[in-house]
């Protein structure tokens, strides 16, 4: 469906379109802006696996039939 969606040439005209929208000046703030929220996002969720404890599991025994209790299957 989305086969080919990034390709160089459509890149290249998605970044002319971003400098004819924001111009020369804006862009860079607009990279720093997003290049730290990223930064800031991949920080919490590192800080959030470290909180987190992992949950002990339930002992829990399965049920046996009379055939594995013989030994045989058949």
């Keep these: 469906m989305f086969e ?3 390709q160089p040439l459509h890149l290249l005209v ?3 379109i971003a400098l004819l929208i924001f111009g020369p000046k804006k862009l860079p703030e ?3 802006g ?3 929220s990223i930064r800031g ?3 919490a969720m590192a800080a959030r696996d470290e909180n987190s404890s992992p949950k002990p599991q339930p002992n829990v025994e399965r049920p046996t039939t009379n055939y594995e ?3 045989t299957m058949y």
């Design 69 to 71: 209790r013989r030994g």
């Design 34 to 36: 997003l290049g730290e």
């Design 30 to 32: 607009l990279g720093k």
């Design 41 to 43: 996002f991949k920080s």
């Design 14 to 16: 998605i970044a002319a």
């Design 4 to 6: 080919g969606l990034f």
